[in-house]
């Protein structure tokens, strides 16, 4: 039941097991609750959702908090707790008010009447989260013993009720353990297991799913008709070193794609089973293909010897988890060595009869010693097989230059920004691109200081309905490399001057209530701005329209500023009116580069005059791309090389934006008959150099518009069927082109034949976006595109005429110096490093000098957990020659700053410094909390700032003014990482 001691407006009645939050429709707080006693371990604490209503957005939040109810001050909401507690909402977990993780299981937003949410602290001191009995795996580690409960019934969420069969009900994995009778070793003879011991499938299963009479054999029906919800599970938990081993029983061919097979924590018993495993988003770890995935996401790309898809029948497959938590596969009889650490004590195994696979059988194993050891294989030896292999992989690195240089006196945005923030489209918008998952850290400044008269103005180009409150937009001293961004502009308690819905906030107190027009009714292609005039009053504008003075004394100098809350996804700068003599200035330029802008139809003695401008400014393909990918012929040809092994990874985008009304054509060149779907085509606002890149285009969900078959997609969402192309029926020699026409619609053509109107107001500048799935494994980018081009569209002179060509970069492995530290151990060919003994002397140095742009990157293999602190990564202006002897370099990098006169710039757990200095704190995610498996990179721009990468992002400007050489260094207490290729 509840506790005594509740928010303000709290209201328990039902012997105190059901609470209820007063005045919802004025208040939407206060609503606090906590469980009556500390909650026990492995206990599940579970309340039933009773009323909701729409007034508000946000919702139930729940969680633990180690503060005794009777000592506390209870606060408005749960997320206003700062010391000892963890909650869910939404979908984010927060420790002590701030977000650790950003999209954890499901969003609790969007239950309703009648749904149950509950909480648990395991005997190991992990916290889970569970929604409708379903557990949604580990949300944080490290928990005390004594919690209580705590309940927010927050916004839309009025009256809950503690479940009444859960209060006293203890999940043990002990007890689950101990009912299940312990395995003889020694037993040989199947017989001789108990029907209740011996593994077979559970009675609930997949949909299309039939089992034998005594449930060892499982069956896809209509396996021609469909390929998917074949999903089975064992009917109990598997026991430490136990086998669950299957034999492939049939295959057909219609199918891309084969079995899948791994372990879950979820029970059968309650399971919502999904249409397939790789869907699950929790407590799963799967084998699909060749590669890993852990709660639906890849974690190894490349594991083992064997790919499932190409397996026979006949074939066994199997799984064990060790007593060390360790999971292994076993392809007919042959370890394939360490698929996941850390996996959890109680676990079902589980099969997806997918695509190909339509029949399986379990065989009968007992544990890891009835396997022969003529096919156990050395893990070590394996490991050190696959570095080789990575360590000859040849992926190409990132580019500068994908959007022309902007003038130096433009007002664009910085891109140094809030965490959920990003700015795009070379500095002129921002956007918060998870907008539909969270509301705010999205602050963005502008790149220089606003001058005296000078409007700062935006339009709103996306809008998310979800939430309460909008855009709001002002200015402050604060200088963007050296801001502590706050969640909200509002939070920030100096210099800052800031209009947030109808009223004027200076330093975060209100000033003036009632100002001008309310900025959260705003919609799409409004626009709003801010001026400094030149007596220092401060003025806002709403559509061109003066709101009035809104402060006075306003410092010269101060940034633009806007908070993309809420509502407000995407905001563009809207570029102002030019004096008369820029405004020629321009006007001649463009007349210049109309000049040169190549005819529909080229004569030849045009040709050669204009060769070398149309080369310079000829579309390819941007070096940087999916992980499956690789540009060839000079950036024209893009192709999946492992087509017959792997069917997506494959995205590849154009080298720089395409001006209004060009032509964007690549021609299919190569296609595989294994698997279902084809090419896929669109275009984005999203740099090159911005995007992490999915699987497929399809999960791009902001600022993307693509064709895929069909099926016209923004967003990663449908908007239209059935356009006038499909995309799935192009063969080798087709040809598929789009183009942006001045107008902003969207156009496709196939074979040079406009296919219509497939999208309207698309933004200027997007980029063409390639991906290379399923059946399309090459394609040439068209060296005429600029002749496809139909005349009734001739393109308008831009300012991407001026754009410098982009260089196709070779593609780079990197080694470390032989020059290191005495405890450190090279091996691999010099692109793996283990520290031997003790927990200094770990230097580890670039055998290059870094060039420009360049990332250098390592992956963690391995982790000492006996030591204190962690791994250092930076640059340094010290250069270590081969020759030189280990005893003379330092026994870390603190002391290698002391070398003469040269320069280091580190970054240790949150901090960079330079020669040991504190430059800034905070910088990053603290890296000694980083586990195995976790990259770090780092690189110097060519505008001479030093940036660090953590799995593959940008964590923005770490130093400035670094020197044009200079060399990686590494100081860590890791006991192995390998130097991965640039990505």
């Excluded at 579970?46 to 180690?66: A, L, M, P, Y």
């Excluded at 003075?549 to 030019?578: C, F, H, K």
């Excluded at 010290?878 to 006169?901: F, H, K, N």
Aim: aromatic share 6%; charged share 20%.
């Amino acid at each position: 039941m509840f506790h005594n001691k509740y928010g303000c407006l709290v209201t328990l009645s039902n012997n105190n097991r059901t609470a209820q939050r007063n005045q919802p429709s004025q208040e939407f707080n206060n609503g606090v609750v906590f469980s009556k006693d500390p909650l026990q371990v492995d206990q599940l604490f579970e309340v039933t959702i009773d009323k909701k209503i729409n007034s508000w957005s946000g919702s139930i939040e729940i969680g633990v908090t180690t503060c005794d109810p009777n000592n506390l001050q209870i606060p408005a909401s749960a997320t206003d707790f700062r010391d000892g507690t963890w909650v869910l909402s939404g979908s984010c977990i927060l420790v002590n008010g701030r977000s650790i993780v950003e999209d954890y299981g499901y969003d609790l937003d969007q239950l309703n009447e009648g749904d149950r949410v509950g909480v648990m602290c395991t005997s190991t001191g992990c916290l889970h989260f569970y929604v409708n009995g379903q557990d949604f795996g580990e949300a944080s580690a490290g928990i005390p013993a004594r919690v209580f409960a705590v309940v927010d019934m927050y916004g839309k969420c009025v009256q809950v009720t503690v479940t009444e069969s859960v209060e006293t009900r203890i999940i043990s994995n002990e007890a689950i353990n101990v009912s299940l009778a312990v395995q003889n070793n020694n037993h040989s003879d199947a017989s001789a297991l108990s029907s209740e011991e011996r593994l077979s499938f559970h009675d609930r299963c997949g949909s299309l799913i039939k089992l034998s009479t005594d449930k060892r054999t499982a069956e896809r029906r209509r396996p021609l008709d469909e390929f998917n919800n074949g999903v089975v599970m064992t009917q109990r938990p598997l026991r430490d070193n136990e086998m669950f081993e299957i034999t492939l029983d049939r295959l057909v061919d219609k199918w891309s794609g084969s079995i899948e097979v791994g372990i879950t924590t979820h029970n059968p018993n309650t399971m919502d089973f999904p249409a397939t495993m790789t869907n699950m988003r929790s407590g799963t770890i799967m084998m699909s293909g060749c590669g890993i995935l852990t709660n639906g996401k890849g974690t190894r790309r490349e594991y083992g010897e064997y790919n499932l898809d190409e397996l026979v029948e006949a074939d066994r497959i199997g799984m064990m988890r060790k007593s060390n938590g360790f999971l292994h596969y076993y392809i007919n009889g042959v370890d394939q060595g360490v698929a996941a650490t850390r996996v959890p004590n109680v676990v079902f195994g589980v099969v997806d009869l997918y695509g190909m696979a339509v029949q399986v059988t379990i065989r009968d194993n007992f544990d890891e010693h009835t396997i022969s050891r003529d096919c156990s294989v050395d893990f070590e030896s394996r490991a050190n097989s696959l570095f080789q292999q990575l360590s000859r992989m040849c992926i190409t690195e990132s580019v500068e230059g994908a959007l022309p240089s902007p003038d130096l006196d433009s007002l664009l945005f910085h891109p140094h920004c809030g965490c959920h923030a990003r700015v795009v489209d070379g500095g002129r918008a921002a956007i918060r691109p998870n907008a539909v998952v969270d509301f705010n850290n999205a602050v963005v400044l502008t790149n220089r200081t606003l001058r005296c008269n000078e409007l700062f103005e935006i339009q709103i180009d996306k809008i998310i309905d979800k939430w309460a409150g909008s855009v709001e937009i002002g200015v402050t001293i604060h200088v963007p490399i050296d801001l502590d961004f706050p969640s909200t502009m509002t939070n920030l308690r100096s210099g800052t001057w800031m209009m947030t819905g109808n009223g004027v906030i200076n330093n975060g107190t209100t000033v003036l209530e009632e100002y001008g027009q309310n900025l959260d009714r705003l919609k799409m292609g409004d626009k709003v701005g801010v001026m400094r005039k030149s007596d220092g009053t401060l003025h806002f504008y709403v559509n061109g329209v003066d709101q009035g003075t809104a402060a006075m004394d306003i410092p010269e100098s101060v940034y633009g500023v806007i908070d993309l809350y809420g509502q407000a996804a995407r905001a563009v700068i809207v570029e102002q009116s030019l004096g008369a003599d820029r405004l020629a200035i321009t006007n001649g330029s463009a007349a210049s580069a109309a000049a040169r802008e190549p005819p529909a139809v080229l004569s030849s003695s045009a040709s050669s005059s204009s060769a070398s401008s149309s080369s310079a400014m000829q579309l390819l393909f941007h070096s940087k791309h999916g992980s499956n990918a690789r540009v060839t012929n000079g950036g024209l040809t893009a192709s999946r090389p492992n087509a017959h092994g792997d069917f997506n990874d494959s995205i590849v985008m154009s080298s720089r934006p395409l001006r209004d009304g060009e032509v964007f054509e690549v021609m299919i060149e190569k296609m595989v008959e294994r698997w279902s779907g084809s090419i896929e085509a669109g275009v984005t606002t999203i740099r090159p150099d911005d995007i992490e890149f999915p699987n497929t285009m399809t999960d791009i969900d902001y600022e993307m518009w693509m064709l895929s078959g069909s099926a016209i997609m923004e967003d990663g969402t449908t908007i239209r069927n059935g356009y006038a192309c499909d995309l799935d029926t192009l063969t080798v020699g087709s040809r598929i082109g789009m183009a942006r026409l001045g107008d902003g619609t969207l156009h496709y053509y196939v074979d040079g034949r406009d296919m219509g109107v497939a999208c309207l107001d698309i933004p200027s500048g997007v980029y063409a976006v390639i991906d290379l799935y399923g059946q399309c494994a090459q394609v040439s980018v068209r060296s005429d595109n600029a002749r496809v081009q139909p005349e009734v569209h001739a393109r308008q002179p831009v300012e991407y005429d001026l754009q410098p060509p982009v260089s196709i970069v070779e593609e780079v492995t990197h080694k470390f110096s032989t020059c290191c530290g005495k405890n450190i151990l090279l091996k691999n060919g010099d692109c793996t490093a283990i520290r031997s003994k003790s927990y200094n002397h770990g230097l580890l140095f670039s055998l290059q000098p870094m060039k420009l742009d360049e990332i250098f990157e390592v992956q963690i293999d391995s982790i000492s957990r006996q030591w204190s602190g962690s791994m250092q990564i930076g640059v340094t202006t010290y250069a270590p020659q081969e020759s030189m002897s280990r005893d003379i370099l330092p026994a870390s990098a603190a002391e290698l700053a002391e070398v003469g006169s040269k320069v280091l710039w580190m970054i240790s757990g949150a901090q960079v410094t330079k020669n040991n200095v504190p430059m800034c704190e905070n910088y990053a995610p603290c890296l000694e909390r980083l586990e195995a498996g976790a990259r770090l990179g780092a690189m110097v721009a060519s505008d001479g700032t030093l940036h660090l990468f953590l799995n593959k992002e940008d964590l923005g400007v770490a130093a400035t003014n670094i020197p044009k050489v200079r060399l990686r260094c590494n100081s860590e207490n890791w006991e192995e990482f390998r130097s991965l290729l640039p990505v």
